[in-house]
């Protein structure tokens, strides 16, 4: 081109408007009604590889692809028909070509100039292949993602969806996108479902959908299933939206009921469990007391009544776990108060005499069952001890049973304020069978047995609270 005004096409000369464009962030060319190229800046000789020279009064096809060229001068034309600033190729993805030949992604945004009476076109050209790939990267990820993953605009509509969105609800992604997502709700929930859309366009975070809620999903062939969803904000240039994760879980819930179903069943099973121990040990008892009316020797009968308050203190454990329906555990305090209450009942003529207390902390001390049998044996055996042997001939006074939790442990006393243990008293040496299991029992809580005499008698066992973990090899 040698005609002076395609190589000074801006004969007004705007100094400052050169400048604003030639220090641009973004490349810059400007283009006259017939195609020819009249400025460029130094960000589009950097953008293109050419310097402006061999740019100046060139056709702007020449940075359009080959493939491309042929169609570029329509789309020109409609811009000069009717120009005004916007974007252009809206909805098409846009192509640009080096010097070299190579090709990028581009975005493109035109502004219509007047100059010497005529309208040019200034084309700010941003190289988008980063965002490209990033985008890229973004869709390979939703679209191997192991769970179904939709794309949802501030308007409801799908915009992307992956294969496992079309394995699970059985459409094409043709059939998804740019549909509202309520059509993956079952009908009777879709004015609802729209209400909790809106509600989360208007405070974006990322949070499971429906939380205390039961959700539901529909196929294409109209059936239900159980879902449970992910919401995530997404930031686009086309304006804020949600990615969705949706997972089937009609299995879990399949498995959840059966669990369920298994543990209401063993829930039963132990009720009936505890409810027949206790009622065989009763019959134990019964029969003890039984045979103890029968015995003619006084020493026989106070033996089968100790075996039977035994038996009775054993009883009182699955009477609780039946009653609480909690078979893993029971209160050690209730337990210790409804045990005084039979240990009064199996002494009511010497308890016009002397009394029976029981002093529990405030807050209840849970024992396995494991624990809890030998824990009241323990108090059994001393309790009897003391109605059998600390008060003679006829004396007054009072027994106590003590509970209370101190770091982790739990202290458990029987003391009396009878005529105390002999001199020299040691439990090693006892012949009596009672006093005999309370060391062997102590030992199965893995607690430190102690007593101590003066006025009265105190006996102290001191337990964990809980039992230390067993370590795996």
Request: charged share 25%; hydrophobic share 40%; aromatic share 6%.
């Amino acid at each position: 081109m040698t005609d002076q005004s395609r190589n000074e096409p801006f004969p007004a000369g705007d100094a400052s408007f050169r400048r604003v464009v030639e220090w641009a962030p973004t490349a810059m060319v400007m283009v006259d009604g017939e195609g020819c190229i009249v400025l460029v800046n130094a960000q589009a000789e950097r953008l293109f590889g050419y310097g402006r020279d061999e740019l100046l009064g060139e056709s702007v096809d020449r940075l359009v692809p080959s493939r491309l060229a042929g169609h570029h001068p329509a789309y020109r034309a409609g811009f000069f028909a009717d120009p005004h600033p916007r974007p252009m190729g809206s909805g098409r993805d846009l192509f640009a070509r080096r010097r070299d030949g190579s090709e990028f992604p581009v975005e493109i945004g035109l502004t219509p100039i007047e100059a010497g009476g005529r309208f040019m076109v200034l084309a700010a050209v941003v190289d988008i292949t980063e965002r490209k790939r990033q985008e890229e990267r973004f869709r390979r990820v939703v679209e191997f993602a192991p769970s179904a993953m939709v794309m949802v605009d501030r308007s409801g509509r799908m915009v992307l969806v992956n294969a496992q969105t079309e394995q699970l609800f059985g459409y094409s992604r043709e059939a998804l996108i740019g549909e509202t997502v309520e059509m993956l709700v079952p009908e009777r929930l879709r004015a609802e479902h729209q209400q909790f859309r809106n509600g989360f366009f208007h405070a974006p975070l990322a949070r499971p959908m429906g939380v205390g809620r039961d959700l539901f999903a529909r196929r294409a062939d109209g059936s239900e299933f159980p879902v449970e969803i992910g919401l995530n904000p997404i930031d686009t240039d086309e304006g804020p939206m949600v990615l969705a994760s949706i997972v089937d879980i009609t299995e879990r819930r399949r498995v959840q009921q059966t669990l369920e179903s298994a543990l209401q069943e063993k829930t039963v099973l132990l009720n009936e469990v505890h409810h027949r121990v206790k009622n065989n040990l009763q019959v134990i008892s019964s029969l003890l007391n039984l045979q103890a009316t029968h015995a003619s020797d006084p020493r026989l009968r106070n033996i089968l009544a100790e075996s039977q308050s035994r038996v009775r203190a054993m009883a009182l454990t699955h009477q609780l776990l039946y009653e609480r329906k909690d078979f893993s555990r029971i209160d050690l305090g209730e337990y210790l108060d409804r045990l005084t209450q039979l240990l009064l009942s199996s002494y009511r003529e010497d308890s016009a005499r002397i009394a029976l207390r029981c002093v529990l902390p405030g807050e209840p001390q849970f024992l396995d069952l494991e624990r809890a049998v030998p824990c009241g044996l323990i108090v059994n055996e001393l309790v009897t001890n003391a109605f059998k042997h600390a008060f003679p001939a006829g004396r007054g006074g009072a027994v106590q049973i003590g509970l209370q939790a101190v770091d982790g442990e739990l202290d458990l006393t029987v003391t009396d304020d009878g005529i105390g243990l002999p001199a020299g008293f040691d439990l090693a040496d006892v012949t009596s069978l009672g006093l005999q299991l309370v060391p062997l029992l102590a030992d199965q809580l893995r607690g430190r047995f102690t007593v101590a005499s003066g006025e009265g008698a105190r006996f102290a066992l001191r337990f964990p609270l809980a039992l230390p973990t067993r370590r795996l090899r």
